[in-house]
């Protein structure tokens, strides 16, 4: 599966992003879906992640009720809905396609990776 992340773009605090993720080379319904992010200087964090049938919908406490997570598996592609943006979510964000079975939030669930789409809020 190849994944190709974009919709990032530079965004004022309180403004709103969508970012997609489109895959080809395999159907994308039988992997979870997840986002993650890096700031500048930190680790990879997870962001959000979608089992195959979208019944499973998974966050991290600091994106709760600001960010949902969709997908489409007929046409191959996941979104990440960004609102009520603020600084501190200014990193790059990737998407990313594994397995159904683990740990959702975990990096190491995810065997494919697209190549990242840059966030920036602004103060």
């Known amino acids: 599966v190849q994944l190709q992340a974009s919709g990032g773009g530079l965004v004022k605090a309180g403004g709103s992003l969508k970012l997609s993720c489109a895959a080809s080379g395999r159907p994308l319904s039988s992997y979870t879906v997840g986002w993650f992010r890096q700031a500048p200087g930190k680790d990879r964090e997870f962001v959000a992640a979608?089992?195959?049938?979208?019944?499973?919908?998974y966050y991290a406490d600091f994106v709760k009720d600001r960010f949902t997570i969709s997908r489409d598996n007929a046409k191959m592609t996941g979104w990440l809905q960004m609102n009520s943006l603020k600084p501190e979510d200014t990193a790059v964000y990737y998407c990313a396609a594994g397995s159904s079975v683990g740990d959702y939030d975990a990096q190491s669930l995810y065997k494919y990776w697209g190549q990242g789409t840059l966030v920036t809020v602004s103060s």
């Open positions: 979608i089992n195959w049938s979208s019944s499973g919908l």
